[in-house]
């Protein structure tokens, strides 16, 4: 694996955040969810994070390439 970086997500990442989630719904059984995530549902949970529950992005080439959330 080539380098990358990790940060905090931001609005401009949902897109790609949503995506990489959704190809594992439909693809596999790692999530409970039966049916892709639209774009309102995951603004709404992005919107809902905060300090002590944020998104992390790995970012490689200026791409999201995987990411990873803390809830309560």
């Known amino acids: 694996m080539g380098d ?3 940060r905090t997500a931001r609005a401009g990442d ?3 955040i949503n995506a990489i989630y959704n190809y ?3 693809h596999s059984t790692c999530t409970y969810e039966i049916t892709a995530v639209g ?3 995951r603004k709404k949970w992005y919107e809902e ?3 002590e529950h944020p998104v992390i ?3 490689a080439d200026g791409e ?3 990411w990873g959330a803390l809830s309560a």
Do not use: Q, S
């Open 39 to 41: 774009a309102a549902t």
């Open 57 to 59: 992005v790995a970012e």
């Open 4 to 6: 990358f970086n990790l």
């Open 64 to 66: 999201v390439i995987g």
């Open 49 to 51: 994070r905060g300090a």
């Open 24 to 26: 594992y719904v439909e």
């Open 14 to 16: 949902l897109d790609a």
